[in-house]
């Protein structure tokens, strides 16, 4: 009984270790093939609430690892637009167009530039794959194509896709 205990610690332990190890490859290639200042991962341990769970920075000091964002903001139609799988590509939060409390948030961690994809696993919106930079930019559509490839990598990648009644939160 004892080594089946120990057993089941040590695949929980090696899946938790493929899964941080995946995550993390994913948000850091993907900030220095973009060349931006940041990619994170923002995850939904409920219905519309998250927090940012990976993160690959330029600048350790702009670290938002942990932040639950502008939850307030997000609400069943920005959900909708996402599992609807739509990308949001924004080259100047200031000319977007979004409600106050979001752009305060952006603005809090010097988002200028912004370019977010869903995560959809089993048809259920799982994150957010993040894009950001601290200058207007113009986002290009290779650039619009990696993120979306990468968000399609992490939806199909099995230390994500198990039943969630076999996986614990992120």
Known sequence: MFDRSLNRI?????????R???LQDVTSNLRQ?????RVVLYYFYREWKGQVVVESLSNSKSSILGSTGADDCFNGDYA???LDGRVAQV???EEAGYEECH???LRSIHVRANLVVPVIVHQRLWGLLIAQHNEVRSWTAGDRQAIV?????LAEAPVLTEPANQRKSV
Request: charge should be negative; hydrophobic fraction near 35%; avoid cysteine.
């Open 10 to 18: 040590n695949e929980r332990l090696n899946k938790t270790l493929t």
């Open 20 to 22: 941080d190890r995946l």
């Open 33 to 37: 093939q973009l060349k931006v200042n």
């Open 80 to 82: 909708q637009f996402y």
């Open 91 to 93: 080259d100047d939060v």
């Open 103 to 105: 752009l305060e948030f």
């Open 149 to 153: 490839l990468q968000a399609e990598h």
